[in-house]
């Protein structure tokens, strides 16, 4: 079997908050167990698609903010766009872990033109040259139909070319009308499609994964990438990551008095909006005004350590890091409360304690100006909050079996660059049900992003 573990190397599989389901439960039950007594998140098609969900994203996340520190000429472009060129060598690994060294080659090579066009258009914007513009986009449309032919040819045509160009046009839309508005200084917008563009490619990895466990099926024990259960995992992998990627860009913003900082954060708050609507569809709405109290105080807690630290206020940075253990404690044993202590308080308030300690190193690393470390941390801090979806949709599909029993696979995607209109409907009315069943989590912000 595929060894898809193996190609997770951005954060230690055995932190608090990155362990396989088996250790998260409390009631010590395995994920064997589980796949055989009832529904799991973790299977090896799950697990495929939870992969790519985390490369394919982090790729939008780098891309769109490596644009903005291009055109801004600032400091630290060449250590995003490092960890972006890390984040291909783990695309490409991944790639090379199915299909082989030749396809991973002429997949890197692809995919290093297409990040190269996008800088080809930035490096023009900066220099007003409208010509370099449009070449630019003619390479991107050029990319487009290479790409899109290479995984209909190494998928056997189970992803068809002319729906995935059409995706991959969506994808190069997005980041360039990003781009375009924040250099307009459109900041709102802009950040409604950096939100749109991270989304966008989970829809990618929904399709590619399925295609891969469709060919090659006995390296997957009969499992699915396309559950309920599974899409759980992947909306929650979706909300948590993007929460962390959101808050350095928002600390970075708000330490540099940058223009764009109450785009950033009303983005961020949006996102903790749609992390709530998700806990209210599970939990209901009392216990959804509860996280998103405290959720909201624990972003409230990071921006008094990003003010304290702009007035050199040591005594103010050590109270917010104080005030951040208290909620770690507190939003922990809510956690446990809420899932019938299928996670432990323990474990999930050490978890915790490597996000605050992840989201503020990378801080205080770019205000001293290491920026190798602020990225290795931002990686970090992104690829951690998968193990939280991971454990986060385990205990939900645990604690409510009954309303993710059965593979109940969609049909085969045309794409698995972005969804059509059908497949937006298909998430809705499943999104409404899990709601009436109290179950609902987060099929519905997958619904609220398609509409904006």
Known sequence: MMNWKRTLTIVPLSAALLMPSATAFADGHSDEEHMENGPTVSTPAADLRATLDQYLSEHAYLAVFTMQKGIDGAEDFDQIAGALQANTEDLTGAIEEVYGEEAAQTF????EDHIGFFVDYVTATAEEDEEGRQEALTQLDGYRADFSSFLEGATEERL????LAEGLQMHVNQLVGAFDQYNEGDFDAAYSDVRESINHMY?????LSTAIVDQFDEDFEGSSADTPAADLRSD???LFSEHAGLAV?????GIDGAGDFDAAAGALNENTEDLTEAISGVYGEEAGDAFNEQWSEHIDFFVNYVVATAEEDEAGQEEALNNLAGYRDTFSQFLSDATENRLEADALSEGLQMHVDQLVTAFDSYTEGDYETTYENVREAYGHMFGVGQMMSGAITDQFPENFEGDMPSEMPATGLGGTAGAENQWFLYGMVLVLL???AAMITRHRRSEQ
Request: glycine share 16%; charged share 15%.
């Open 236 to 238: 929650l992998n979706y």
């Open 203 to 207: 829809g990618v990895s929904k399709g």
């Open 160 to 163: 068809e070319a002319d729906m």
């Open 249 to 253: 860009v928002a600390m970075q913003k």
């Open 108 to 111: 890197q090579g692809m995919w």
């Open 438 to 440: 109290a179950a609902g």
